[in-house]
């Protein structure tokens, strides 16, 4: 059962930093892209990052471009998200996502087969 755990999300001031973690289990972790994608009250799915299977290719939406870096440790089967400069528009839950078809990322839930329960991130002073 493929099943994927997101943690780390809480509430911070504006300019601060969140590390968010995803533990996966179930499936070959190592050989698939993964995504992280964000969902604010009353609104879609945003996409946020991306990264290739091995950790040497990675895409930012342009809103968290150079304030967030996605990394992964595939021994440890783990996808990380580390968050700076935090700004209160950045509020959301937060999803970790097994990308469904290789190389194929974006804004909707069907490039995606799995996901996790999200963790909320909370921006505000």
């Known amino acids: 059962e493929v099943q994927l755990v997101e943690s780390g999300g809480g509430l911070v001031q504006p300019g601060g930093s969140l590390r968010l973690s995803c533990a996966a289990s179930?499936?070959?972790?190592?050989?698939?892209?993964m995504s992280w994608v964000r969902q604010a009250p009353g609104k879609g799915p945003e996409w946020v990052s991306f990264?290739?299977?091995?950790?040497?290719?990675?895409s930012y939406a342009s809103f968290v471009k150079g304030r967030f870096t996605i990394s992964r440790d595939n021994a440890k089967n783990t996808l990380y998200l580390q968050m700076n400069s935090l700004k209160p528009e950045d509020t959301a839950v937060y999803y970790c996502a097994k990308v469904r078809l290789y190389g194929r990322y974006g804004g909707s839930w069907s490039f995606y087969d799995y996901w996790g329960q999200g963790t909320q991130v909370t921006v505000s002073s």
């Open positions: 990264i290739n299977s091995g950790g040497r290719s990675t």
């Open positions: 179930g499936f070959p972790f190592g050989s698939y892209d």
